[in-house]
Structure formats: C-alpha cells, structure tokens
C-alpha cells in the first residue's frame, strides 16, 4: 500500500515538473528572453566589478551570462526529471540496468518532444544542444538517485551488522 503512495506522488510531481517544462516551452521568444534577462539581470547586480562598466560592457556580459543561466535551468530542471524518473522506476522490481536505460530514454524522449514543442512557438527554435544539456542532466539526477540507494544500502547493512553482534 505504501509503494503505491509513493508511486503516485512521484507520478503526479513528474507530471507537473513536466507540465512546468511545457509552459516554459509554450512561451514565445520575447517573453521568455524576457524572464530569462530579468533573472541575468537581478543576479549580477550583486557583483560591484559588473556595476562599475560601462553600459556596453554591461549588455556584453549580459548577453553572456543569460545564455549561461538558461543551460544552467535546462540542466536543473531536468536533472529533477532525472531524479524523479529514476526514483519511481527504482519502485518497481525492475534490473538495475534496465531502470537507468529507461530513465535516461524516458527523459531524453521528453526532451527531444519539448524542443520540437518550440519549433512551434513564435520566436524560439529547437537546440541539439539543448537536449545533450537535458540528457547530462538526466543522467545527474540517476546518477544522484544511484548514490542516495547506495548509501542506504550501507547504512541498512551496518544496522544489520550491530543487532546481529548484540543478538550473539
């Protein structure tokens, strides 16, 4: 009953960190340039070298950074998906190998979907590199759930460990 639970929570947090993927996409180019300069814009305010150029110099490494920031958003938001794919596949009594090969083709399907989503949005076009950024982030966030399963493992086993010797 438990497994079920949490089968269908991360079933239903998969699908809106899928459906926040779909706005994303859904926004025309100005708009999500945009949010995507304002949030540029906010984070190197706090760098006193960046306020004291010149406004040319500003908009240069602005430009920059922006292209930075939004990889850096495409690697997170699927590095979730990642986490999230892998974590409910490791629910079902499924081979090690199988659950990473899926997770990865699963995310990496969604991520070829989503850029040809924005083929059809005014003002955006579709990135391979995108989707290897997607792809590396999927893979981070398996790798991520890999580690948390590892590290549970060991701890399961010490505690087995101990109340074995205090049985004995």
């Known amino acids: 009953m438990k497994i079920n639970i949490l089968r ?5 947090l998969l699908l809106f960190t899928f459906f926040v993927i779909f706005g ?4 025309d180019g100005e708009t999500s340039g945009g949010i995507s300069r304002n949030i540029t814009n906010k984070i190197l305010q ?7 150029l010149e406004q040319e110099e500003k908009e240069q490494i602005a430009d920059r950074t922006e292209r930075i920031i939004r990889k850096i958003a ?10 999230l794919l892998m974590s409910l596949l490791s629910t079902y009594n ?10 990865v083709l699963l995310g990496m399907m969604y991520a070829i979907s989503d850029e040809i989503h924005q083929s ?14 997607d792809t590396l982030g ?17 701890y399961i086993t010490k505690i087995l460990q101990k109340e074995t010797k205090n049985v004995i």
């Open 8 to 12: 269908i929570i991360l079933i239903l």
């Open 24 to 27: 994303f996409s859904s926004q």
């Open 46 to 52: 706090f760098s006193n070298k960046y306020n004291a």
């Open 74 to 83: 495409h690697f997170s938001i699927y590095t979730l998906v990642g986490l």
């Open 94 to 103: 499924i081979k090690e190998n199988w659950r990473i090969t899926l997770s």
């Open 120 to 133: 059809f949005t005014p003002g955006r076009t579709p990135k391979i590199t995108d989707v290897y950024i």
């Open 138 to 154: 999927i893979v981070l966030g398996v790798l991520l759930v890999l580690l948390v399963i590892k590290i549970y493992r060991i």
